[in-house]
């Protein structure tokens, strides 16, 4: 999973993306991560892995993975060419959701590109970069598939069709996400590349006097989220306590969290949020080499779950043997499940839960 973190400049993004990847992790264990300056690969955090250690003692413990792109550049006609121009697009492109951050602290030291303050306005500069990025890109493509649909290439006119529709929404200044679309379309319009067709999550960055967010601007923020389809999908964080916060031990982590009055730090509500918002949930895989967390879609098959570790395993899927993290709680070992017949054995059409400790068997 990766997510680009979009801004205009001086809002707290390289502070945020730099509290967050300080924490770091071992990449040997991601072969997706060539680390580049601007990407860092943050764990997810989740306390069932420690739960199910506490049971299962193992060598290692991997948690899953968020791969997090600093996207610089954007400013208002960026688009257009201005700042960076649209370098950024190349590598926006590629993510999976976007993170917004928008400023929602006051600080009169800390210029704003625009003068004030004003996150709504903030969020509609990004908006309308990104929506003349989406129309370039749909204009482009378009050209390319109507040569191809003149051929009577059957895929191409369904393109073509579907570009139209985009467009459409574009020049009513609506994001392509909007659209209502069916698997079919949704697999076609993946393909474009589109930035408003991602989800995309506000983070608000607030003051260390409000870390919670309860001040007026975030609620703007909420408010504006809720009338534009994206109801909930605001997150405050304060990008300056979340640096100060990854330089300590986790006592002193614990004892600031606690003094500002959080429960955990921005990392875990972050990733909490883009899970939810890109429809993902972990089943786990334990034994006394690894402990690990996958990610998967929610409605994923048990061959689609196990194909996230390896193609093979879905090709020659034949069974999977599952149980909860709750019967390990209580039952204390794999084999106290087994013999109590809680060990659940599941076949290709089984829907994965969230949470699932699974173990697979395939042919190759
Ligand atoms: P970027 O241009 O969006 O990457 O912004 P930076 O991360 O470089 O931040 C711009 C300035 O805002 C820096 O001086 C930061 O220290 C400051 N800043 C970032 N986050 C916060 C915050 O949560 N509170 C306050 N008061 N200042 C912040």
């Not at 704003?112 to 500069?125: C, E, L, S, Y």
């Not at 009055?261 to 786990?284: I, N």
């Amino acid at each position: 999973m990766e997510a680009g973190i979009v801004g205009l400049p001086n809002v707290g993004k390289s502070t945020l993306f730099n509290a967050l990847t300080a924490a770091g992790i071992a990449s040997e264990n991601y072969p997706f991560c060539t680390i580049e300056p601007n990407v860092g690969v943050v764990p997810v955090p989740d306390d069932r892995l420690q739960r199910i250690e506490a049971h299962i003692p193992t060598q290692k413990v991997i948690p899953a993975a968020l791969r997090l792109v600093d996207i610089a550049g954007i400013v208002r006609g960026a688009s257009e060419g201005e700042g960076l121009g649209n370098k950024f697009l190349s590598h926006i492109r590629n993510v999976d959701a976007i993170l917004q951050v928008v400023r929602c602290f006051e600080n009169p030291d800390i210029t704003h590109v625009d003068g004030d303050v004003d996150p709504i306005r903030d969020i509609d500069t990004i908006a309308t970069e990104l929506l003349l990025a989406d129309m370039q890109t749909v204009e482009s493509s378009k050209d390319k598939a109507a040569r191809t649909a003149r051929s009577g290439d059957k895929e191409a006119k369904a393109r073509l069709e579907l570009l139209a529709r985009c467009a459409e929404v574009l020049d009513n200044s609506q994001p392509v996400r909007s659209l209502e679309l069916d698997e079919d379309e949704q697999k076609i319009l993946r393909s474009f590349g589109l930035i408003t067709a991602k989800p995309i999550l506000f983070v608000a960055n607030v003051d260390e006097d409000d870390p919670a967010g309860e001040g007026p601007l975030v609620q703007k923020v909420r408010d504006w989220a809720a009338a534009n389809g994206a109801e909930g999908n605001v997150v405050p964080v304060c990008a300056r306590l979340e640096s100060e916060l990854a330089e300590l031990d986790d006592d002193d982590k614990l004892e600031l969290l606690e003094a500002s009055g959080l429960t955990e730090p921005a990392l875990a509500v972050l990733a909490r949020a883009a899970y939810k918002l890109l429809g993902l949930q972990s089943y786990f895989t334990a034994g006394e080499k690894e402990i690990r967390a996958w990610t998967i879609p929610i409605g994923a098959t048990a061959p689609q779950a196990a194909g996230v570790i390896h193609s093979d395993f879905e090709r020659g899927f034949i069974r999977a043997e599952i149980y909860a993290l709750d019967d390990l709680e209580e039952l204390k070992t794999e084999k106290a499940i087994r013999d109590a017949g809680r060990l659940r054995v599941e076949g290709k059409g089984y829907t994965m839960q969230d949470g699932d400790i699974t173990h697979f068997l395939f042919n190759v």
